[in-house]
């Protein structure tokens, strides 16, 4: 069966420090992969998806970069972060070779920047 | 992707069933209905999809009137269990990947 996993599961870091979010899936390959943020009390925002290695799209320009180095790795960066930065992060992914029935997510990333 | 629109929060009690409807006028022809489920601090989780008519699983039913512009998310007798928020995300089934819209959702509280 195919699992999603995410680390940490809460961060805390001060303004203009780096941030690394890792997501790795097991038990598929060559998934579509997902990262959204969802502020406290809100709906969740997509920032980035992957249709394969290397291929990052990004919906919402921010500080945030995304990157896919291998087929079932996605990791989410900044080099400096902002105060709203903080937020709920969540990685997810869907079949990349079927018709998309629905998108399955991982547990997520509380990021708290102070 | 068509926009959705569904009430900001509801309130019901246990043994109770909860219908949460959800409007997406600007459907497209090739969308799907789906609602996700997504309790405190964890990702969302899929609950059903459905394109046409009604649709019935183990957990909800979907109905989905013939203009397909709304959509019905039912609940059989609720339980404390159930408070969460749920989305309804309209969008296309499809190879090239699956990117969804998750407004704000609907708030369930489950009273006992």
């Known amino acids: 069966s195919q699992t999603i996993h995410q680390w940490p599961a809460t961060l805390v870091q001060p303004v203009g420090s780096p941030l690394s979010l890792e997501c790795t899936v097991e038990g598929t390959s060559n998934p579509n992969l997902y990262w959204y943020r969802q502020a406290a009390g809100r709906g969740l925002q997509l920032l980035f998806y992957s249709v394969g290695i290397g291929q990052i799209s990004s919906e919402v320009p921010q500080n945030l970069s995304a990157s896919r180095p291998q087929d079932r790795q996605f990791i989410l960066s900044s080099k400096k972060l902002l105060l709203s930065d903080s937020g709920f992060y969540l990685c997810?992914?869907?079949?990349?070779?079927?018709?998309?029935?629905?998108?399955?997510f991982g547990q997520g990333t509380r990021l708290t920047v102070v | 992707l068509a926009k959705t629109t569904q009430p900001i929060s509801m309130d019901s009690y246990e043994g109770q069933e909860v219908n949460i409807t959800c409007s997406h006028n600007?459907?497209?022809?090739?969308?799907?209905i789906t609602w996700y489920q997504q309790f405190p601090s964890q990702g969302p989780r899929f609950i059903i999809q459905g394109y046409k008519t009604k649709v019935t699983n183990e957990v909800a039913s979907l109905f989905i009137p013939a203009d397909r512009k709304s959509s019905t998310l039912s609940l059989p007798r609720v339980s404390l269990s159930d408070t969460a928020v749920y989305y309804c995300?309209?969008?296309?089934?499809?190879?090239?990947?699956?990117?969804?819209?998750f407004g704000a959702g609907t708030r369930l509280f489950v009273k006992a």
């Open positions: 995300l309209v969008g296309r089934r499809n190879t090239g990947g699956f990117k969804t819209i």
């Open positions: 997810a992914w869907s079949s990349g070779r079927l018709p998309n029935t629905e998108a399955f």
């Open positions: 600007n459907i497209a022809t090739n969308d799907y």
